[in-house]
């Protein structure tokens, strides 16, 4: 093979967000990651996605770990290795629209404490709740790489792709990814998209996909042949299902090709081991579920991402109607397209999960409908790729005007206020941010930050006082 065939596939690693994101609700700790990245820092990998996503909340909610001193732990591990993390464009890590001046600092603030590539997304697609950002991004000289969220619907078209791909490019991205959050992409379908989008633009593209359908791995194979540059996989013990494919099999699936990546299977054998137990105490304790580690068909036949489907049976059981689960599969396509066909991610999945249920329990469509409803059908989350069902529309907020705006647009610069609002707990400055995305959360984890502090004092109090008795 000549030098001139080779186009090596880049890969992503995912295991330390996405991965255990997606399989064990997010619950890896600092303290399991840290003795594996030598390690990993060896393999020669395009990137390690280690932050962002859902780790910030769970790490302050769940693991009482400061996100960003996980962070901060990771940068000083990976000597040799990119780090990325996944940010929902004007919502942050949040759910809510913050305003410009968070966007900033957040941006700032993520890539002065070790991130090099911010993935950017946003759940309806809306290009303008990027812009800020991706400026921000491009202001600190990190990577801004922008993110389309994948999904099918009539106005989902290779054009609607191409289109995107191109406006995002002039944005400024350094590269795009094309997010399938829902293992939705087919592999035919991925050669057309792909080489469809690499005719069209000059930047790399990235593909993420899950296997929650089955075919993740053979997209994979038709992406790269078409010219993808880069997937994202997950070490073995945390992949498939609901995760990424395995590293491991996409590696030995291209050696000896043109797209041969060149790792060394025996680390990446070693770093599986190292894994590996965690994913059986997971399975143990039953924090990971062994449903979510199968093929679940109807993620295709009904374009429902997995988690989305689990939320839905839990709200089901709740109110004691477990029968009226396929009710609310065929209502989820309908409320979709009333809300002018977005992409079922977070925080629209849930919004459009929820919504399909009430629907359902009421007996009568949009009698009752939550507080995020009346948001979306408001233009508060930004431009769907179709209008909304005018009808819906009025019968959800009246004679509300809708936003037409970049949402963001309206929101006052709110970083002074928040920082006076949470001074007598700051003791860094990213504690501002983490109180900005997660006030009560955030306020819980400062409490307990200081209850530790004062625990050690003590203890270092009474070591010293036996040592020297006075």
Excluded at 33 to 56: N, Q, R, S
Excluded at 58 to 74: N, V, Y
Excluded at 216 to 233: F, N, S, W
Aim: net charge negative; hydrophobic share 40%; glycine share 6%.
């Amino acid at each position: 093979m000549s030098e001139q065939t080779k186009r090596p596939v880049k890969i992503t690693e995912t295991i330390l967000r996405d991965a255990h994101q997606s399989l064990i609700a997010t619950r890896m700790t600092t303290e399991q990651m840290l003795p594996i990245i030598e390690k990993m820092d060896k393999v020669g990998y395009h990137a390690v996605e280690c932050w962002g996503g859902a780790t910030f909340d769970a790490s302050l909610r769940f693991l009482k770990e400061d996100p960003w001193e996980r962070l901060r732990k990771l940068r000083s591990g990976f000597k040799n290795t990119k780090l990325q993390m996944l940010f929902r464009g004007q919502n942050i890590l949040g759910y809510r629209h913050y305003a410009d001046d968070v966007v900033e600092y957040f941006v700032q603030k993520s890539i002065a404490n070790g991130i090099d590539i911010i993935r950017i997304f946003d759940a309806l697609n809306d290009i303008r709740n990027l812009e800020c950002a991706v400026k921000a991004a491009n202001k600190e000289k990190g990577h801004a790489q922008i993110a389309i969220s994948y999904t099918l619907g009539d106005a989902y078209t290779t054009e609607y792709y191409i289109d995107m791909a191109k406006k995002i490019e002039d944005m400024g991205a350094d590269s795009i990814c094309l997010k399938d959050m829902a293992g939705l992409l087919v592999p035919y379908e991925a050669t057309t998209l792909i080489s469809a989008l690499k005719s069209a633009v000059k930047i790399p593209i990235d593909l993420h996909t899950h296997y929650t359908s089955g075919v993740a791995g053979m997209t994979y194979l038709k992406a790269v042949e078409a010219g993808c540059d880069i997937i994202d996989t997950a070490m073995s013990p945390f992949s498939m299902g609901t995760s990424q494919p395995a590293t491991e099999v996409m590696v030995e699936t291209f050696k000896g090709t043109p797209y041969d990546t060149g790792f060394d299977q025996q680390l990446l054998a070693e770093i599986a081991d190292y894994f590996r137990p965690m994913r059986d105490t997971a399975l143990e304790t039953g924090l990971l579920n062994p449903k979510v580690m199968g093929v679940d068909i109807k993620t295709l036949l009904y374009q429902v991402p997995g988690g989305m489907l689990s939320n839905l049976v839990s709200q089901l059981k709740e109110q004691k109607a477990e029968d009226k689960y396929y009710e609310v599969l065929q209502e989820i396509p309908r409320v979709r397209k009333d809300f002018g066909e977005p992409p079922l991610v977070t925080p629209s999945s849930q919004i459009v999960g929820t919504q399909a249920v009430l629907n359902v329990l009421a007996g009568e469509r949009y009698k009752m409908v939550t507080k995020e409803t009346k948001a979306v059908l408001a233009g508060e989350y930004g431009r769907t790729a179709k209008p909304f069902d005018k009808d819906v529309q009025k019968k959800v907020i009246g004679d509300k005007e809708p936003i037409t705006c970049r949402p963001a647009d309206l929101l006052k610069p709110e970083l002074k206020a928040i920082e006076k609002e949470m001074e007598q707990w700051k003791e860094q400055d990213e504690d501002v941010l983490s109180y900005a995305l997660f006030p009560q959360v955030a306020l819980e984890f400062f409490k307990y930050r200081q209850a530790q502090k004062t625990k050690i004092d003590i203890t270092v109090a009474d070591t010293v006082n036996q040592a020297y008795p006075v």
